[in-house]
């Protein structure tokens, strides 16, 4: 499976934005690109993905490079409950059944 | 609806214990997953069920056992487990034809004395 690498952790400022950066040089040409985030004592839940181009929704931006070896995750205004692990993840191939593996993810610190 | 539902939420056994997990799921989805999560970790796949046919195991012990009995419900039954195996139990659900997100359930907090 092809990796992904984030930063430990991060901070950031009620209603600043937040940019949160996912290396995944490895990465195929079949690879989507999701993002999930799981808050203190929840389940996962699905912030938003995609494959080569930048994808909005109501939650957050994804900025995908041209060479797709990394991604940009952006909340435009964080508020205090936007604080959670933000995990990069490579969606597997249909063969594997689109298999979900976590890396460690981003840990974002949100100060009122 | 969009929901998982795991039940129990908290579960304490004993390592001669027999337990299961539950969940279930109403969406329609034939991908089911069982992820393992200790604290401070992310989670970790363990089984993932496609069309209630168990598709991959992560090399997971044998006293992990997954059941599928139909396309809404995912069962874990436990079957003596050590006290390293306390953790968070998340199920999830995935509609298998089309690329669309997984949703999780709350999970299972699983203490195992």
């Known amino acids: 499976d092809a990796k992904t690498t984030q930063p430990n952790s991060m901070e950031s400022n009620e209603e600043e934005p937040v940019h949160l950066p996912c290396n995944h040089s490895?990465?195929?040409?079949?690879?989507?690109i999701h993002w999930y985030r799981q808050l203190p004592s929840q389940g996962p839940e699905y912030v938003i993905h995609?494959?080569?181009s930048n994808v909005n929704n109501r939650m957050a931006s994804l900025a995908i490079a041209e060479d797709r070896k990394s991604s940009t995750l952006i909340l435009h205004r964080a508020t205090l409950r936007d604080a959670a692990v933000y995990y990069c993840?490579?969606?597997?191939?249909?063969?594997?059944?689109?298999?979900?593996?976590f890396g460690a993810g981003t840990t974002v610190t949100v100060r009122a | 609806d969009t929901e998982v539902t795991q039940t129990p939420k908290h579960l304490v056994m004993g390592m001669t214990n027999k337990k299961s997990l539950k969940c279930e799921q109403h969406?329609?989805?034939?991908?089911m997953y069982w992820y393992k999560q200790k604290a401070k970790k992310p989670p970790e796949l363990m089984f993932v069920y496609s069309y209630e046919k168990l598709s991959i195991n992560e090399s997971v012990p044998s006293r992990f056992s997954p059941e599928c009995p139909n396309s809404s419900l995912l069962n874990l039954h436990l079957h003596a487990l050590q006290p390293e195996d306390s953790a968070l139990y998340l199920c999830a659900s995935r509609n298998r034809a089309k690329n669309t997100e997984a949703f999780f359930g709350q999970g299972t907090r699983l203490t195992v004395v």
């Open positions: 995609g494959l080569t």
């Open positions: 969406m329609g989805h034939r991908a």
């Open positions: 490895t990465i195929s040409g079949t690879d989507y």
């Open positions: 993840i490579l969606r597997g191939l249909p063969i594997n059944d689109y298999k979900l593996s």
